[in-house]
């Protein structure tokens, strides 16, 4: 048996898991949580699960004291919940804490130590959640969404956004999102119907989430959801309200508001090079409205990179009494209604 918040987990709990999986013919891992704790139990449960799929991974949501020093009757309050987290005998217990020893003998168990100094893999929880970017390299895939810090490519048609989509990322060594749109709407030559909105609306958020499983610190998408509604709004005179909704419950650290103060440049899909004026304003009404954090990016190309880089490198600093970030829900056509 393994047990810790994982709060959240790191490349070290992975080798303490793997480590103790080893050294047993079956691992039950606890995955311990109280409330007010600033990453929900839910969410490492899940992480814990999808990372150690062979395991036995247990959520504890007792809110019960944390180390033995904390409460006078600490064991008496914690073996009850573990007896009933793991009701088979428990043979070995393996842990990095000093009162590993201790916790062993109440259950009867062998104890093995795991990288206590944490030089194997030399990071904790603690130093994770105060500085990710920082520490990246040690936090599992799987969890890289929860920290990954959103920025999009924002504005009207023409305006440089996809260029600056892919720089950004390539500067970043990271992913980037295309705008999916683009790709479906080119068999039929640009033309966008009433039912390509929800399908737009939809995999343009879907494919984001997708690829923030591969972001290294920063994900950059060309466009988003907000964008959709927008462009809803022009060409149908309204939006779907579950589209309205979707767009709103996105989560996003950063929008890079791109001007028109570039030539219009015509690909066989933009058809507004006279409402440019009105679509800027559009934009920025929509993210004022959403209340979403933006910078203006203008001037010649280089000009724009070096705007978006300084603006987005504010983002990648410690976390030391930062908002939490959120993770995105799980999109689903049954979730927002979407007829595909």
């Known amino acids: 048996m393994i047990l810790g918040k994982f709060m959240p987990p790191t490349q070290g709990h992975r080798y303490l898991a793997e480590f103790a999986w080893r050294c047993c013919k079956r691992l039950s891992v606890l995955v311990c949580s109280k409330p007010g704790q600033p990453i929900p139990g ?18 504890v949501p007792d809110d019960l004291p944390d180390a033995p020093e904390e409460h006078p009757r600490f064991w008496d309050l914690w073996m ?16 990095s804490e000093t009162y590993g020893p201790e916790l062993a003998r109440r259950i009867g168990a062998k104890h093995l130590v795991a990288d206590r100094n944490r030089q194997g893999v030399p990071i904790s929880a603690t130093a994770m959640r105060a500085d990710p970017y920082t520490h990246w390299a040690h936090l599992p895939d799987v969890v890289r969404p929860w920290y990954c810090r959103r920025v999009v490519v924002f504005g009207p048609e023409s305006t440089g956004k996809t260029m600056l989509a892919e720089r950004l990322a390539a500067h970043y060594r990271t992913v980037w999102v295309p705008e999916w749109a683009r790709g479906h709407l080119d068999p039929a030559n640009g033309q966008c119907e009433p039912d390509d909105f929800p399908r737009i609306a939809l995999a343009q958020a879907a494919s984001e989430d997708a690829l923030a499983l591969q972001a290294h610190r920063v994900l950059i998408s060309d466009t988003d959801t907000i964008t959709t509604t927008i462009w809803s709004e022009v060409y149908l005179g309204g939006c779907a309200e579950w589209i309205r909704d979707l767009a709103r419950s996105r989560r996003h650290d950063l929008h890079l508001m791109c001007d028109i103060d570039v030539p219009w440049v015509a690909d066989g899909q933009r058809d507004m090079p006279h409402r440019r004026e009105e679509f800027r304003e559009r934009c920025r009404a929509a993210l004022i409205t959403h209340g979403r954090p933006f910078v203006e990016i203008r001037g010649d190309w280089d000009t724009r990179f070096r705007t978006a880089i300084a603006a987005i490198d504010r983002l990648l600093g410690p976390l030391t009494d930062a908002p939490p970030i959120a993770a995105q829900l799980r999109l689903t056509a049954e979730f927002t209604g979407a007829k595909l």
């Not at 573990?82 to 842990?95: E, F, K, M, N, S």
């Open 80 to 95: 009850p919940v573990i007896r009933r987290a793991v009701p088979d005998p428990i043979g070995l217990v393996v842990t």
């Open 42 to 59: 839910a969410c490492r449960f899940a992480w814990m699960r999808a990372m150690l799929p062979d395991c036995d991974v247990v959520h």
